[in-house]
């Protein structure tokens, strides 16, 4: 059974920087595409970004393109979210998840992964 850790969130100021960790209990996390959610009070979980198991691929929702960097290190079974120009909207726990798929694929909904970390929080306020 694949475990999922995320860590790294935190209280910071608008225009602040975190970057979160999502390390995985698996030996070939190459194998699976990792996805980034959110999900602040009283709103849906919603996709942030993706990177898939294959040449690195990534996906970001708009709210976040030119702010947010998804980035993997194999050898760690990490996958990391650099966050920069933090915005109050921003502010929800971040969710990691993974899918055993090996290829291009980089899923962007929560239906789609079947393993789910516990959630970091990350509030953005002055």
């Known amino acids: 059974q694949l475990q999922i850790v995320e860590s790294g969130g935190d209280l910071v100021q608008p225009g602040g920087s975190l970057r979160l960790s999502c390390t995985a209990s698996v030996f070939h996390l190459d194998y699976y595409a990792i996805g980034w959610f959110r999900q602040a009070p009283g709103k849906e979980r919603e996709g942030v970004s993706c990177?898939?198991?294959?040449?690195?691929?990534?996906w970001y929702v708009n709210s976040v393109k030119g702010r947010f960097t998804i980035s993997r290190d194999n050898a760690k079974n990490t996958v990391y979210l650099q966050m920069d120009s933090l915005k109050p909207e921003d502010t929800a726990i971040y969710y990691c998840?993974?899918?055993?798929?090996?290829?291009?694929?980089?899923?962007?909904?929560?239906?789609?992964?079947?393993?789910w970390g516990q959630g970091t929080q990350v509030t953005v306020s002055s």
């Open positions: 990177i898939n198991s294959n040449d690195g691929s990534t």
């Open positions: 998840a993974a899918l055993r798929v090996y290829g291009s694929s980089c899923p962007i909904e929560p239906y789609e992964y079947d393993y």
